[in-house]
């Protein structure tokens, strides 16, 4: 496994923040993933999987350790007693969601049109149960091939096993609470669709792409959202007569973050170079030579004010590297 020293982890990240990996690699396939994750425990060095670069954070000094990015991007027709089933794919996890989604449309597949314009790999989709418009990866994922670091063994989780909430899954959570947690690698996914209409696919990747364009912060390097949506609901009575719209908010099933990041004042506040978006407040953007300490800055701030104003403890989104 040949290993690049001092790698700037801002080339690799839709933030375009971070500093250098002390060594990086790139796996395009499970045994050079396998093979990476050995190199790395025989130096015994920590190492972080890394996929398409989005919802993450790097800090400034960057990381002391491996940096694996997965690049085994592949999607095979899944086969089942001999028959091949066209409805469901095989997709590696370093390949690019967009990729999955236009692949599933082609097939005249449905079920995955939300996921359009979301950044990422499907592998670190799966992770955090990316999600949007209502939809989760959870929706159409069958069964995960996952390598479990422990032992290097191969094994294979149903949908069930992963555990999957609130953009969460049993692959970001602590393996001394939750058995194997952090300890799994996940290396393909089988995503089960419906057929479809093509002409009502397309249509409907359109609006959300439209959408996207329209209300999102595209023209800038960012991570996505920033926090989660709040999925409990609000109680207090001063609050729901000076904030009519959370009584609204109150009958679905969350509270978008990104209008307590506007009733709270701050759209708009900016640290050095990052700053909190004004076109989507859950949304914090690199002006150009943002700091990962500006970022950290803005997103104390929002917790603070948020806890403040409405009694709400944001959970992040994003990771920390």
């Known amino acids: 496994m040949k290993l690049k020293e001092n790698v700037p982890l801002k080339n690799f990240t839709t933030f375009k923040i971070g500093g250098p990996a002390r060594y990086f690699c790139i796996a395009k396939n499970q045994k050079e993933i396998i093979d990476a994750v050995k190199k790395a425990k025989e130096l015994n ?27 085994s991007s592949n999607l095979l027709p899944y086969r089942q007693a001999g028959k091949f089933q066209k409805n469901k794919i095989i997709a590696g996890a370093g390949t690019k969601l967009r990729e999955l989604v236009n692949a599933s449309a082609d097939r005249g597949l449905t079920g995955l049109e939300w996921a359009v314009g979301i950044p990422g790999t499907v592998g670190g989709a799966t992770y955090g149960n990316a999600g949007a418009f209502g939809s989760t990866m959870a929706d159409n994922v069958r069964s995960v091939k996952v390598l479990d670091i422990k032992n290097l063994k191969v094994k294979n989780l149903s949908a069930n096993q992963c555990d999957f909430g609130n953009k969460n899954s049993i692959f970001k959570k602590d393996p001394a609470k939750h058995g194997a947690g952090k300890n799994l690698i996940i290396l393909s996914i089988l995503i089960e669709l419906k057929p479809g209409d093509k002409k009502e696919i397309e249509s409907e990747i359109k609006r959300f792409a439209d959408y996207r364009k329209a209300n999102h912060p595209l023209d800038f390097p960012s991570a996505g959202c920033v926090f989660k949506n709040y999925d409990k609901k609000i109680k207090n009575k001063n609050l729901l007569k000076k904030f009519p719209e959370l009584i609204e908010f109150n009958k679905g099933s969350r509270i978008p973050t990104s209008y307590l990041i506007d009733k709270s004042g701050l759209k708009g506040k900016i640290i050095g170079k990052a700053k909190i978006s004004e076109k989507h407040a859950n949304f914090i953007i690199n002006l150009g030579g943002a700091k990962a300490k500006d970022v950290v800055r803005l997103i104390k701030l929002i917790k603070e004010k948020i806890e403040d104003k409405f009694g709400i403890k944001l959970e992040e989104e994003i990771q920390h590297l």
């Open 45 to 71: 060095l920590p190492f972080f999987i890394l996929g398409g670069g989005s919802n993450i954070l790097v800090s400034d000094e960057g990381y002391e350790g491996i940096v694996i990015k997965t690049q």
